[in-house]
């Protein structure tokens, strides 16, 4: 089993769509969650944190079920720009020590 | 630019050589990490400094690769007798004691023959 599993898509959806992404973990101790951002041939970059009491930013909401070791990302009203690979990040430490572990990512499209 | 560097970009080598990679981490960060992405997964933990220790490594890293951080700045990542299974992108990230976030560099693409 993965330790990070996400639906590979991708995800084609026109402009100004709402669009959700899914992502499970396995390891029960993990502390810390975030979402970032891939694009074609480029290096990740975060996107935002995600805290137990859910959290928004902008257009991005994010949330955390740690009873079902699931973490959500929303994107309301997508714009072209978004298209991109979202990668779902576990840590698995609390505080400063630990490794990242990342799913596979999810492709989104965003068509005019 | 004060974010990671990478050096080089790009590298084409056929099997068999060794190749090193170098990355400068943004300047007060003391903790360095090397991962690898192959096309279509995710980045894989390869192995991290804090300043000039190296602290942890994957089971990913066989005993053909060996990463350096000799002043606590920039690091190397050699691979020795490459194979064609080496190729992928080899990203580096660094951050401060105190916090989280992990910034990566471009990263180097490694293609091997």
């Known amino acids: 089993r993965k330790e990070v599993e996400q639906d590979p898509g991708p995800f084609n959806v026109p402009e100004g769509a709402t669009v959700a992404f899914n992502c499970t973990y396995s390891n029960s101790a993990s502390q810390s969650f975030f979402w970032y951002r891939q694009d074609c041939r480029k290096e990740p970059k975060l996107l935002m944190s995600?805290?137990?009491s859910g959290n928004e930013d902008g257009r991005f909401t994010a949330q955390l079920n740690r009873a079902s070791q699931y973490i959500s990302l929303l994107i309301r009203d997508s714009k072209l720009s978004d298209s991109a690979t979202y990668l779902c990040v576990v840590k698995e430490v609390w505080g400063s020590q630990g490794n990242l572990i990342f799913g596979k990512g999810t492709k989104l499209s965003v068509k005019p | 630019d004060t974010g990671v560097s990478q050096d080089p970009r790009h590298k084409i080598t056929k099997r068999g050589q060794n190749v090193t990679f170098r990355c400068d981490p943004i300047s007060e960060h003391n903790r360095l990490y090397w991962y690898r992405q192959t096309l279509g997964q995710g980045p894989e933990f390869l192995t991290y400094f804090q300043n000039e220790a190296q602290l942890e490594k994957s089971r990913l890293l066989s005993d053909r690769f060996s990463a350096e951080r000799p002043k606590g700045s920039f690091s190397t990542l050699e691979i020795q007798r490459t194979e064609q299974g080496d190729s992928a992108m080899y990203l580096c990230?660094?951050?401060?004691?105190?916090?989280?976030?992990?910034?990566f560099g471009p990263g180097t693409r490694l293609l091997v023959l």
């Open positions: 990230a660094s951050r401060t004691e105190d916090q989280e976030t992990q910034y």
């Open positions: 995600v805290y137990s």
